[in-house]
């Protein structure tokens, strides 16, 4: 070649991208056949054969949800590219926590992950500067209400009904959902089922998309269980779960989610969702310790009831909760009481949490025995980039005038994003508020819609398919309740 000749190949972004996560696929495959390889070593009915069966999982939804960035059939927006990668990064988190949880050390982790976590890390900038390096990617600023869509949804066809007397196709849930690995994957699956207390485990795949269950009302179709950490077949939070879905576009209407294993066993959940565009309508999600576990991606929370005492709320999902409602249950003797906490370990990660229009008060457990406990508090940061912001929501008096508290491992308070905007109630005053750098009284409305459903999850690309209703922007008025 002649020395005077030079060669520039100049590749956009995007490719530039796409490059870094197919290396990181391609590294998450070298990974899987390691952890595979360590689990196997293990002998059966052994805590860490389980653990790392659990990571096996883990390791095999990143090179899964990685696949989708590079899929562009799915025509992905820059915030999904950024969340998806994000979703990859926490998989590692959780297989982590697994350990962590059961107090058991593991060197050979960090030592299998090293490479494939800091491909991830290099994707992730690069999605960030792709997307702007803001969190409002959404063009201007509507305020719609797809309240008209309701009809809709109430007349959605059942594929398939479960019924505990025989008289659907199905007597479990489980069963239904295995059913739908027949289906042709683009179409919606609908699942009826129909009034009764369904004591069972149910687990739907990251294979089986697209899948809609439906039920009679709140206390009306319940699925329960009762596991906690610990017991038989629960050696992850994960494995606690009642009701648990790993696929895209999953929708919940009109049912009842329980773990009824009661504060004195701790962490226990009642659902589970690492659902990427799931929408949870009109639906009761009842435990104690860890009720709800928001893995990961985008998910949307629309007039449900929440209830729990430690952490009831948490994972490292993006999500937004408008107009439920949370209750603080009776906790362990001298226990205390907190909503969130939020599983954002990098800045870069598209993570948080936004509740509009929520209620923040007592469950009628809780009410006649409020001064036995110590007060409440709206959230703690469970990693050091935690995001939560309440906005146009009640507080009830049991809120602590901290409003939030510290985390017990590290001090986050410079690196967590906690925001309020517009409350009212008792508990709602920002006065005597935590003094961190971290914490934030919202007075601009700009900085407010970035936490709506039009910005913070861009729930006007893809909720009106769901037909659950929402408020894609502020609400023009205080709530009331």
């Known amino acids: 070649m002649n020395r005077n000749t030079s060669i520039a190949t100049t590749i956009s972004a995007k490719e530039f991208l796409d490059l870094t ?58 915030l999904d590219v950024q969340t998806w990668i994000s979703a990859a990064l926490n998989y590692i988190t959780m297989c982590e926590n697994g350990f962590e949880l059961n107090k058991m050390t593991n060197s050979m982790l960090p030592t299998v992950t090293t490479n494939l976590t800091q491909l991830l890390l290099n994707s992730l900038a690069i999605s960030v500067v792709i997307r702007g390096g803001n969190n409002n990617n959404t063009p201007g600023f509507v305020d719609w209400n797809y309240s008209t869509l309701l009809s809709d949804l109430a007349q959605e066809k059942a594929d398939v009904v479960v019924a505990q007397d025989g008289s659907g196709d199905f007597k479990t849930i489980q069963e239904a959902v295995d059913s739908a690995d027949s289906r042709r994957q683009s179409k919606r699956f609908v699942i009826y089922v129909k009034a009764g207390v369904y004591q069972e485990y149910v687990f739907i795949p990251k294979e089986v998309s697209y899948i809609t269950v439906l039920g009679d009302g709140i206390n009306k179709t319940i699925i329960t269980g009762d596991r906690f950490l610990g017991t038989v077949n629960a050696d992850t ?9 790993w696929s895209r576009g999953f929708i919940a209407r009109d049912i009842t989610f329980q773990n009824t294993a009661g504060a004195e066993k701790h962490q226990a959940v009642a659902f589970l969702s690492g659902s990427d565009e799931s929408a949870v309508y009109r639906c009761s999600i009842e ?35 408008q107009d439920c409602e949370t209750y603080f249950r009776t906790p362990v003797p001298h226990g205390g009481l907190v909503i969130t906490a939020h599983g954002r370990q990098n800045e870069n990660q598209s993570t948080g949490y936004s509740l509009q229009g929520c209620k923040i008060a007592a469950a009628e457990d809780l009410k006649p025995i409020m001064d036995q406990y110590k007060k409440s508090f709206l959230g703690r940061p469970w990693f050091p980039y935690a995001r939560v912001v309440y906005m146009q929501s009640f507080l009830d008096d049991l809120v602590d005038p901290k409003g939030w508290l510290d985390s017990e491992q590290s001090d986050y308070s410079g690196t967590c994003y906690y925001g309020e905007y517009e409350n009212n109630g008792p508990g709602s005053p920002t006065s005597d508020r935590v003094k961190w750098d971290g914490y934030h009284v919202i007075t601009d409305g700009k900085i407010a819609e970035e936490f709506t459903v039009d910005n913070f999850i861009e729930g006007s690309n893809w909720l009106p398919e769901t037909s659950v209703p929402f408020t894609a922007g502020l609400k023009t008025l205080t709530v009331e309740h």
């Open 237 to 245: 939070l994960q494995q606690t779960s009642t009701f648990q879905v």
């Open 287 to 321: 435990g104690y310790q860890d009720t709800l576990y928001t893995t990961s991606y985008k998910q949307f929370y629309k007039e449900c009831q929440i209830f729990g005492t430690v952490d009831f709320i948490f994972g490292n999902a993006l999500a937004v909760f």
């Open 21 to 78: 996560v197919q290396a990181a696929i391609d590294e998450s495959h070298v990974v899987l056949k390691k952890v595979q390889d360590i689990e196997s070593r293990f002998p059966n009915n052994v805590l860490g054969k389980g653990l790392w069966r659990s990571c096996v999982d883990y390791i095999d939804g990143i090179g899964f949800t990685l696949k989708e960035v590079l899929d562009h059939t799915l025509k992905p927006t820059p």
